[in-house]
């Protein structure tokens, strides 16, 4: 029997343990869509076994955290929920479990098992799939449970899924990531780099299409360098409808009918080949908005955060796809306070700043993190300096969008339409090919379809437009 069919039966006992119960869970989600997708994993098995979801803590039978460690804020979320549970597992012996990133250190399982005794599951990033079993352990056997590998974990198909949309999905194409940046913990929590077959994907998009689903993303932690290893490392791969690299793989997903949308995150520069550029530029569905991460816009600190780019590669390669793909636009990410960084090098993050004119810019404070090269290295960066280059960074960032967001008064858009807008139910929401929110009046029946939308007015963080 493989790995997935054990795991079904583990399902199915669970299932029939839980029959009549009316179990709930609750799941808290941390960090980047890949974790969002393995959350809708973890749901897709937790309904299979008979649990159903809600919001409330207090009617949780079984709480679930998936985590993040990229940053150290996770970390004070996750202690602090875990202080608040404490109380509810005295109470009414909910069962506490924990996965994801996270996870994967072992001075944080150390602290758990020290300080929060009362979490009944500790499982990694390479043991997911196996949730089942140590589900069914804790139910049956009633013992404390560690299920965290070291090792690179395979990729299984055919785990169940619950997905948060009917109308985008997202999907993993890649686990893993081999480049080793100097600040990031993603290499030594999630592993090395290990593609999906295209077969498993391509019938994967074919699957969503069906189900009605309009947009995908594909994730993976360096996306553009899908399949790449298997290549180089000659690990045997089966080519499927002609896909054979990520350019190939956008080709092949453009001809599925159904699909309107494509987007993918995240792609690393130094792997933006021109074949992944034309791609993006025939092909119709692929969304023209590229995130391409800068981390940092000065060559000698892009050098100790080992990005293997220059400030003068990163706008080449910007002014090479503006000049390539008609309206591409672009999104990035930026680490300010980076060890060493000087204010003179941070200004040349301001100056890429205001030469690419970002749509949108996820902004990070650096933050150092335990067994990578950049907490070793001895000149950080005092916070409160980190702080102000933050804001300083925030400020410009907030004056280009508004200037960017302007340009969009008066053109014709077309709009996804994801559902009724959060704040007023009479209006509804979608995005552009560029990701940013529209609200607009207009009937419910649109929710799902594509609209042509004039763009009537700009509000920092969405337009409003009207058909
Ligand atoms: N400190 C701050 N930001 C980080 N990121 C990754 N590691 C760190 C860190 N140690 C940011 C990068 C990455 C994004 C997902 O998180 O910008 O692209
Ligand atoms: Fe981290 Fe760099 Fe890999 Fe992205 S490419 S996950 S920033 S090591």
Same mark, same amino acid.
């Given at each position: ?15 029939e ?54 940053r ?41 098992k ?13 043991t ?18 560690? @299920? ?15 997905? @948060? ?27 090395r ?34 399949l790449?290893?298997?290549k ?25 009918e ?25 092909c119709n569905?692929?969304c ?41 636009t672009?999104?990035? @990410? ?8 000087t ?7 301001? @100056? ?71 704040? $007023?139910? $009479? ?7 560029? $990701?940013?929110?529209v ?29």
């Amino acid at each position: 029997m493989n790995e997935i069919e054990i795991q079904k039966q583990y399902i199915k006992k669970v299932r029939e343990n839980n029959k009549n119960k009316k179990q709930k869970y609750i799941i808290v989600t941390m960090g980047c869509q890949l974790n969002e997708n393995d959350s809708e994993k973890l749901c897709g098995m937790l309904d299979e076994m008979g649990y159903t979801k809600t919001e409330k803590q207090e009617e949780a039978d079984l709480a679930l955290f998936n985590t993040c460690c990229v940053r150290e804020n996770a970390e004070d979320r996750l202690f602090g929920k875990l202080g608040e549970l404490k109380k509810i597992k005295e109470q009414k012996g909910i069962i506490i479990a924990i996965g994801g990133c996270m996870m994967q250190e072992k001075h944080i399982t150390k602290k758990i098992k020290e300080s929060y005794p009362f979490v009944d599951i500790i499982f990694g990033t390479h043991t997911l799939h196996k949730f089942p079993e140590d589900l069914y352990k804790i139910l049956e056997e009633k013992r404390k449970l560690e @299920d965290v590998i070291d090792i690179d974990g395979k990729i299984y198909e055919g785990l169940p899924i619950k997905r @948060d949309s009917k109308i985008k999905a997202s999907v993993t194409i890649m686990n893993g990531c081999n480049n080793f940046c100097s600040y990031c913990i993603v290499p030594y929590v999630r592993g090395r780099e290990r593609s999906r077959q295209p077969r498993a994907i391509i019938e994967e998009v074919k699957e969503l299409a069906k189900q009605g689903y309009k947009e995908v993303t594909l994730l993976g932690q360096n996306v553009n360098s899908y399949l790449r290893v298997e290549k180089e490392k000659k690990i045997e791969f089966e080519e499927y409808e002609g896909v054979n690299s990520f350019a190939t793989l956008l080709k092949a997903i453009n001809k599925i009918e159904g699909i309107e949308r494509i987007r993918f995150v995240s792609p690393h520069p130094k792997d933006f080949t021109d074949d992944v550029i034309e791609a993006i530029r025939d092909c119709n569905k692929v969304c023209k908005l590229v995130h391409l991460p800068l981390q940092a816009g000065n060559t000698k600190v892009l050098k100790e955060m080992n990005r293997k780019y220059t400030k003068e590669q990163y706008l080449a390669l910007v002014e090479k796809m503006k000049n390539k793909i008609p309206n591409v636009t672009f999104s990035t @990410d930026i680490i300010v306070g980076f060890p060493g960084e000087t204010q003179e090098e941070f200004e040349d993050t301001l @100056d890429v700043v205001n030469k690419v004119k970002f749509e949108q810019v996820y902004m990070f404070i650096y933050s150092r993190r335990i067994g990578t090269p950049g907490d070793k290295m001895e000149n950080q960066i005092p916070e409160e300096e980190k702080h102000k280059r933050f804001d300083k960074l925030k400020a410009l960032v907030e004056s280009q969008i508004g200037e960017t967001s302007k340009k969009y008064i008066g053109t014709m858009q077309k709009v996804l339409v994801e559902g009724e807008s959060k704040n $007023n139910k $009479n209006l509804l929401t979608g995005r552009t090919d560029s $990701n940013k929110v529209v609200i607009f009046e207009g009937d419910k029946k649109l929710i799902g379809k594509m609209v042509e939308l004039k763009i009537i007015s700009e509000h920092m963080w969405y337009l409003k437009g009207e058909i």
